[in-house]
Antibody, heavy 115, light 106 residues
Framework: EVQLVESGGGLVQPGRSLKLSCVASGFTFSNYGMNWIRQAPGKGLEWVAYISSGSSYIYYAETVKGRFTISRDNAKNTLYLQMTSLRSEDTALYYC????????WGQGVMVTVSS | DIQMTQSPSLLSASVGDRVTLNCKASQNINKNLNWYQQKLGEAPKLLIYYTNNLQTGIPSRFSGSGSGTDYTLTISSLQPEDVATYYC????????FGAGTKLELK
């Protein structure tokens, strides 16, 4: 069974940093590209970032480019999102999701940016 | 960026109705479009991939169609458990979601 479990969220002040993790199981992690997708409270879905299976290709939404860094450790079956210079508008539930056209999603981890 | 416009934003229908949800792209997305269902408090679930392919385990009352800039999700006979928000998602370039269609029972 494919499982994606996010962690690392919480309450953080504007301008600070936070690092999210997503541990994958039930499939060969190193064979799949991965995404981070977020959803602000009561709002729709926003794609954030994508990393290919071997980390050769990385793409970001314009809203996070230069502030967020997506990475992965295939030996640990883990996807990361390093978030810096956080803003109130980054407050959202962050999902990790498998593949370019995401087929499996985690349950999400909440990030709240507030003073 | 490719803009995805979903219509209607809110749809009320009765059990057994045939329901059609629309998604229009601002440019050709070459059928690189998925449909997702999100129930309250849950993660999105993939229903349809590459315009018209039913994801494993999804009931056959769901179907997708389209090409170019215009795409459609159809539910052939609405069931109570289909109450949810539905999102289209293009991954042709600079991935983007539509704003969603909220489907409720009349």
């Amino acid at each position: 069974e494919v499982q994606l479990v996010e962690s690392g969220g919480g309450l953080v002040q504007p301008g600070r940093s936070l690092k999210l993790s997503c541990v994958a199981s039930g499939f060969t992690f190193s064979n799949y590209g991965m995404n981070w997708i977020r959803q602000a409270p009561g709002k729709g879905l926003e794609w954030v970032a994508y990393i290919s299976s071997g980390s050769s290709y990385i793409y970001y939404a314009e809203t996070v480019k230069g502030r967020f860094t997506i990475s992965r450790d295939n030996a640990k079956n883990t996807l990361y999102l390093q978030m810096t210079s956080l803003r109130s508008e980054d407050t959202a539930l962050y999902y990790c999701a498998r593949r370019v056209g995401p087929d499996y999603w985690g349950q999400g981890v909440m990030v709240t940016v507030s003073s | 960026d490719i803009q995805m416009t979903q219509s209607p934003s809110l749809l009320s229908a009765s059990v057994g109705d045939r329901v059609t949800l629309n998604c229009k792209a601002s440019q050709n997305i070459n059928k690189n479009l998925n449909w997702y269902q999100q129930k309250l408090g849950e993660a999105p679930k993939l229903l349809i991939y590459y315009t018209n392919n039913l994801q494993t385990g999804i009931p056959s009352r769901f179907s997708g169609s389209g090409s170019g800039t215009d795409y459609t999700l159809t539910i052939s006979s609405l069931q109570p458990e289909d109450v949810a928000t539905y999102y289209c998602y293009q991954y042709n370039s600079g991935p983007t979601f539509g704003a969603g269609t909220k489907l409720e029972l009349k």
